[in-house]
């Protein structure tokens, strides 16, 4: 970062967030509770994916109220997307829906299909992640997993006011010596777009489909 351009104390604010956010990613990554946490959400992922299977099957039941019934259940999968594939928040949030939607608006198609084994299960590979995480979180001495997101967002006001400056220095200064940098900048930030495109398209539900 060019310096006397009044963008030291941002930039020191800034990598100081990147910093505690770093080092609570090392610690939660070395918690004996994190393998424990990642064995639980391959075991829910498991489950979405055989009750979303095992529903799509009914779909060729010989009985027609089975796949009646069946074909209800579909659209409410469909609108949830690939929820294995989510992040672990996004993936609990989702999958407690869906699993409120079986037990409510849909419990009696549930029933017609003989699925409430599977809403079971899901229900309680839903709980044990949750579980573990909570655990980990005290572990840890607190709430990690909401000061990370406290801290996210502090990260993301301190790019954003970074950039800000870069941008008043360049419009304002014609002989500025920031060209370099922003060059610099511009492709890291071009680098990591197309790397987060790629992850998106492989994350895809349709992604299968495609290759």
């Known amino acids: 970062m060019p310096e006397g351009m009044g963008m030291d104390e941002e930039s020191t604010r800034y990598l100081a967030l990147h910093g505690e956010a770093a080092a609570m990613i090392d610690r939660m990554r070395k918690s004996a509770f994190t393998v424990k946490i990642s064995e639980a959400d391959?075991?829910?992922?498991?489950?979405?994916?055989?009750?979303?299977?095992?529903?799509?099957?009914?779909?060729?039941?010989?009985?027609?109220?089975?796949r009646e019934a069946a074909a209800r259940l579909t659209p409410v999968f469909d609108h949830y997307g690939a929820v294995d594939r989510m992040n672990y928040s996004q993936e609990t949030a989702a999958a407690g829906a869906l699993l409120r939607d079986?037990?409510?608006?849909?419990?009696?198609?549930?029933?017609?299909?003989?699925?409430?084994?599977?809403?079971?299960?899901?229900e309680k590979c839903n709980n044990d992640f949750t579980a573990l995480l909570n655990e980990r979180d005290t572990e840890q001495g607190g709430q990690?997993?909401?000061?990370?997101?406290?801290?996210?967002?502090?990260?993301?006001?301190?790019?954003?006011?970074l950039i800000s400056r870069i941008e008043a220095v360049a419009l304002l200064m014609k002989n500025h010596p920031l060209t370099p940098f922003i060059d610099t900048w511009n492709a890291v930030v071009v680098r990591y777009k197309n790397?987060?495109?790629?992850?998106?398209?492989?994350?895809?539900p349709n992604h299968d489909l495609q290759e």
């Open 42 to 66: 391959e075991l829910r992922d498991m489950a979405f994916k055989g009750f979303r299977t095992v529903v799509k099957g009914m779909l060729n039941h010989v009985e027609a109220e089975k």
């Open 144 to 161: 990690p997993s909401v000061r990370m997101l406290s801290l996210r967002k502090e990260a993301d006001a301190g790019y954003q006011d």
């Open 195 to 204: 790397m987060l495109a790629q992850r998106a398209g492989r994350n895809s």
């Open 102 to 122: 079986m037990n409510g608006t849909y419990a009696g198609d549930v029933v017609a299909l003989g699925l409430d084994t599977w809403v079971k299960g899901l």
